[in-house]
T-cell receptor, first 118, second 111 residues
Framework: GAVVSQHPSWVICKSGTSVKIECRSLDFQATTMFWYRQFPKQSLMLMAT?????????EQGVEKDKFLINHASLTLSTLTVTSAHPEDSSFYIC??????????????FGDGTRLSIL | GNSVTQMEGPVTLSEEAFLTINCTYT??????LFWYVQYPGEGLQLLLKATKADDKGSNKGFEATYRKETTSFHLEKGSVQVSDSAVYFC??????????FGKGTRLHILP
């Protein structure tokens, strides 16, 4: 079954609004989650590393005031795109780090959120 | 630094054809190597992995062998199906928690 639940899967909103995307770890406590952005027909770009109970670590070139990340519990991280504009339209994917002894993969990925800003 | 280079697509094949998607990497030490698959409108799923030299990862008829001497991890499948149409990403992890992805290869299988 799914390990990571990402919600919503698709959102359309007007320019200037803020949009919140949730990423939930279903099967285990996740101290670290990641947020990626994927442009059409391109690879995943890591935006930030979300650490439970502390500030997120943003990759170079990612505006932290634009993309607010909150990781207030061991099962939930949220990404808020503030004052969204058409250029923010993209596919956003979260992942949960798995450091378990019997883990077969380093990260479990959500199904992504397609964000369209009109 | 660490990087992954994979063949550019799209790759279009007929059903039952043999598939190879090339992937090479640059990394210090001994990275772990992965192939992920992304079906339309979905997130990534781990397809297979290899954690040390000469390891062969396999799943759903796909295989890839960790070749340290050529720093490669080519993906192969003997007979592709229409349902294999997707985007395939080669990736590595090395010492830290970040995954380094290749640019992805889009695969189209024609019936």
């Amino acid at each position: 079954g799914a390990v990571v639940s990402q919600h919503p899967s698709w959102v359309i909103c007007k320019s200037g609004t803020s949009v919140k995307i949730e990423c939930r770890s279903l099967d285990f406590q996740a101290t670290t989650m990641f947020w990626y952005r994927q442009f059409p027909k391109q690879s995943l770009m890591l935006m930030a590393t979300s650490n439970e109970g502390s500030k997120a670590t943003y990759e170079q070139g990612v505006e932290k005031d634009k993309f607010l990340i909150n990781h207030a519990s061991l099962t939930l991280s949220t990404l808020t795109v503030t004052s969204a504009h058409p250029e923010d339209s993209s596919f956003y994917i979260c992942s949960v780090m798995d450091r378990g002894e019997y883990s077969n993969q380093p990260q479990h990925f959500g199904d992504g959120t397609r964000l369209s800003i009109l | 630094g660490n990087s992954v280079t994979q063949m550019e697509g799209p790759v279009t094949l007929s059903e039952e054809a043999f598939l190879t998607i090339n992937c090479t990497y640059t990394a210090t030490g001994y990275p772990s190597l992965f192939w992920y698959v992304q079906y339309p409108g979905e997130g990534l799923q781990l397809l297979l992995k290899a954690t040390k030299a000469d390891d062969k990862g396999s799943n759903k008829g796909f295989e890839a062998t960790y070749r340290k001497e050529t720093t490669s991890f080519h993906l192969e499948k003997g007979s592709v199906q229409v349902s294999d149409s997707a985007v395939y990403f080669c990736a590595l992890t090395n010492r830290d928690d970040k995954i380094i992805f290749g640019k992805g290869t889009r695969l189209h299988i024609l019936p």
